[in-house]
């Protein structure tokens, strides 16, 4: 039933999509912790560039997003929401939104943080701090969009993730529900996909044999557009987000794509 549902979501936003996108220009910010951060450091890498895009010639990989669009991973690995808000890295997320919304800009914000928060605190502390980002977007006039953590890839020997992530995605629904904003489920979504594919499938998205947590570029390929077509069923016929029908369907049906 759940796969399903998302399907006829994603296949539904994929018929009504037309060449010309919303006249409304639209900028991305991303904000979270190494699982949407691209960098090229060990033990780093997210879903940002397959959402995003990258021009690195060593790591090329393709937009979901129509050209010019701006995009802009705000993102730092190794943050919690706590260290986000408090080493400067908030004031650049701030300054970033400013600037697109200053261009007369609609500008979104995603937020998935979740895998450095539960190494320190509980989750109604992330919680917390995820109400002060919402809230403070939301006076500058961006629209915040929650996101579940992206799941880590260790599985138990039947096959089925071991998810310690959950209560802290289950935390970031909740804020979402309390703070009505948009929710992007990636968690829940991430493991029905790696489940479905399996481990030796998932593991082939690792950015290291050894790291069931960070992406490599296919890892970013295929969670970026994951990202994309919840984004783009969230708010429906408003995006600028081009459809990827081959991999949509990959992912849709549980089918590995590397």
């Known amino acids: 039933m759940f796969r399903r549902t998302i399907l006829s979501l994603v296949l539904g936003y994929c018929l009504v999509f037309v060449s010309a996108f919303p006249q409304v220009p ?3 910010v991303l904000v979270g912790d190494s699982t ?7 033990d780093s890498g997210g879903w940002g560039n397959g959402f995003c895009g990258s021009t690195n010639i060593t790591a090329l990989t393709p937009s979901s997003l129509a050209p010019n669009t701006p995009c802009i ?17 908030w004031n650049v997320t701030v ?6 919304i200053a ?15 539960m190494k320190i605190a509980p989750p109604e502390s992330m919680g917390a701090n995820l109400t002060i980002m919402v809230n ?6 961006a629209e915040p969009v929650l996101v579940t953590s992206l799941t880590r890839r260790t599985f138990f020997d039947n096959g089925t993730i071991d998810d310690l992530l959950g209560p802290w995605a289950d935390e970031t629904i909740l804020i979402s529900q309390q703070e009505h904003t948009h929710l992007l489920d990636l968690h829940a979504h ?13 593991h082939r998205l690792n950015r290291s044999p050894d790291d069931d947590t960070h992406l490599n570029e296919n890892g970013t390929i295929v969670f970026g557009r994951m990202v994309a077509d919840l984004m783009a069923a969230s708010f429906p016929r408003q995006l600028p987000i081009i459809p990827n029908f081959g991999l949509t369907f990959n992912i849709t049906h ?4 590397y």
């Open 26 to 28: 639209t900028s991305f």
């Open 36 to 42: 949407t951060d691209n960098t090229t450091i060990l």
């Open 73 to 89: 991973n705000t993102a730092k690995n190794g943050a919690t929401t706590g260290s986000f808000l408090t080493d400067g890295s």
């Open 95 to 100: 300054a970033t939104v400013q600037a697109e």
């Open 103 to 117: 261009k007369g800009r609609r500008t979104l914000v995603t937020i998935q943080f979740g895998h450095n928060d």
């Open 136 to 141: 403070q977007l939301r006076a500058l006039g």
């Open 190 to 202: 991430s493991i029905t996909y790696v489940e479905a594919i399996g481990p030796d499938a998932a």
């Open 254 to 257: 549980g089918i590995a794509s």
